[in-house]
């Protein structure tokens, strides 16, 4: 639960947050009242130093997706003696609960990311992993401790993230699937419902619009856990990709990817202007990243509403993103380093007019 000092600390930062002098673009309606799904859109606490970052998060999406600040590099980062009676002393929330304070003050929803992911551990468990019994109890408290102590003000969480290979033959191996089997999936959704049984829980990876192998053993490891009975709501598809990418590859994804009628959730979109491989002389790429937000947004309306879940855009404005970290120079998001609205964003305010 949040504490009172905690509130009030994220409204002093919010007021600050509130005296944007930085200049945006008003001709932009706010895109969370076009679209008839959820817009989510990334943060990490230091953004809200930025005085432009809040109100310009808080026009234009319904929802707010820790970065980092809730994964266990940060939550168990000071590496805390274990504490399962009091969980507060043993895990670090403060980013995560600011962020949620933001959001709640702005009216918004934050969406949990994530709980168990196979390139974080911490030393905690690199300790154990000899030791069978008292990993799985430290995993089942850390999954408690996290999901306990946002019970009931999430809008989903990533339970489980990127647990899929890239070619397509099964699991990656991590340190939870040494220890724990395979079964270090199901384990996790089935504690992490125990203790909040309201809240979506979602399965999450990348590339799944590139390797059409990789999304099948997704699916497969879907039905798998939803035929043992697992509590899995919903599956994230990241959606980080560049401009080039062949019409009709993005659509095959979520069509697909909604074929086991759980909710979808586009989680984490960048389009990046850098393609790593070869690029065609004369390729226009803004309007490669224009068309395929496009296609993203014409086969996610076409989902049963209920599957709709949202739109997460990974980073507000480009340098924001981690594409632009990487050289200071991509401009893969719907509002540029300034703050300003790109054709993008106004290509995506049409498609619902
Ligand atoms: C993956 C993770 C995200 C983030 C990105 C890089 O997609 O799911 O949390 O770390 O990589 O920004």
Same mark, same amino acid.
């Given at each position: 639960?949040?504490?009172?000092?905690?509130?009030?600390?994220?409204?002093?930062?919010?007021?600050?947050?509130?005296?944007?002098?930085?200049?945006? %673009?008003?001709?932009? +309606?706010?895109?969370?009242?076009?679209? +008839?799904?959820?817009? @989510?859109?990334?943060?990490?606490?230091?953004?809200?130093?930025?005085?432009?970052?809040?109100?310009?998060?808080?026009?234009?999406?319904?929802?707010?997706?820790?970065? $980092?600040? #809730?994964?266990?590099?940060?939550?168990?980062?000071?590496?805390?003696? /274990?504490?399962?009676?009091?969980?507060?002393?043993?895990?670090?929330?403060?980013?995560?609960?600011? /962020?949620?304070?933001?959001?709640?003050?702005?009216?918004?929803? #934050?969406?949990?990311?994530?709980?168990?992911?196979?390139? &974080?551990?911490?030393?905690?468990?690199?300790? !154990?992993?000899?030791?069978?019994?008292?990993?799985?109890?430290?995993?089942?408290?850390?999954?408690?401790?996290?999901?306990?102590?946002?019970?009931?003000?999430?809008? @989903? $969480?990533?339970?489980?993230?990127?647990? #899929?290979?890239?070619?397509?033959?099964?699991?990656?191996?991590?340190?939870?699937?040494?220890?724990?089997?395979?079964?270090?999936?199901?384990?996790?959704?089935?504690?992490?419902?125990?203790?909040?049984?309201?809240?979506?829980?979602?399965?999450? %990876?990348?590339?799944?619009?590139?390797?059409?192998?990789?999304?099948?053993?997704?699916?497969?490891?879907?039905?798998?856990?939803?035929?043992?009975?697992?509590?899995?709501?919903?599956?994230?598809?990241?959606?980080?990709?560049?401009?080039?990418?062949?019409?009709?590859?993005?659509?095959?994804? /979520?069509?697909?990817?909604?074929?086991?009628?759980?909710?979808?959730?586009?989680?984490?979109?960048?389009?990046?202007?850098?393609?790593?491989?070869?690029? !065609?002389?004369?390729?226009?790429?803004?309007?490669?990243?224009?068309?395929?937000?496009?296609?993203?947004?014409?086969?996610?309306?076409? !989902?049963?509403?209920?599957? &709709?879940?949202?739109?997460?855009?990974?980073?507000?404005?480009?340098?924001?993103?981690?594409?632009?970290?990487?050289?200071?120079?991509?401009?893969?998001?719907?509002?540029?380093?300034?703050?300003?609205?790109?054709?993008?964003?106004?290509?995506?305010?049409?498609?619902?007019?």
């Amino acid at each position: 639960m949040l504490s009172r000092r905690t509130v009030l600390t994220g409204a002093v930062a919010l007021a600050g947050c509130g005296q944007s002098t930085a200049q945006t %673009d008003a001709t932009l +309606p706010p895109l969370k009242s076009l679209a +008839p799904f959820d817009l @989510g859109v990334c943060a990490m606490t230091a953004s809200f130093k930025d005085p432009q970052w809040g109100p310009l998060a808080a026009t234009h999406f319904d929802r707010i997706t820790p970065e $980092w600040e #809730m994964k266990m590099e940060y939550i168990l980062g000071e590496d805390n003696p /274990i504490n399962f009676v009091e969980p507060e002393k043993w895990l670090r929330f403060k980013a995560a609960d600011q /962020i949620l304070t933001f959001a709640k003050i702005n009216g918004m929803g #934050m969406f949990g990311h994530t709980l168990v992911w196979y390139a &974080q551990s911490a030393p905690l468990f690199d300790k !154990l992993s000899g030791d069978y019994d008292n990993f799985f109890d430290a995993y089942q408290a850390y999954i408690d401790g996290v999901v306990g102590h946002y019970k009931g003000q999430l809008t @989903g $969480w990533d339970v489980v993230n990127e647990p #899929m290979l890239d070619d397509g033959s099964g699991l990656r191996d991590c340190l939870w699937k040494q220890v724990l089997g395979e079964d270090y999936i199901l384990l996790a959704f089935h504690r992490a419902h125990e203790t909040d049984r309201h809240t979506p829980l979602f399965l999450n %990876d990348y590339n799944l619009e590139y390797y059409p192998k990789k999304r099948a053993a997704f699916l497969r490891l879907a039905e798998r856990l939803l035929k043992a009975g697992v509590p899995l709501h919903g599956l994230g598809t990241q959606t980080h990709i560049d401009a080039t990418i062949a019409p009709g590859m993005l659509k095959a994804a /979520i069509t697909d990817i909604a074929s086991l009628g759980l909710k979808v959730h586009v989680s984490e979109v960048d389009i990046s202007l850098k393609p790593e491989g070869m690029v !065609l002389p004369g390729t226009d790429l803004a309007a490669g990243q224009i068309r395929a937000l496009d296609e993203i947004t014409d086969a996610y309306l076409q !989902l049963k509403p209920h599957q &709709q879940f949202g739109m997460t855009v990974w980073g507000l404005r480009d340098k924001d993103t981690f594409p632009y970290r990487k050289d200071n120079s991509d401009k893969p998001v719907l509002f540029d380093s300034t703050g300003f609205a790109k054709p993008l964003a106004h290509a995506f305010a049409e498609r619902f007019a």
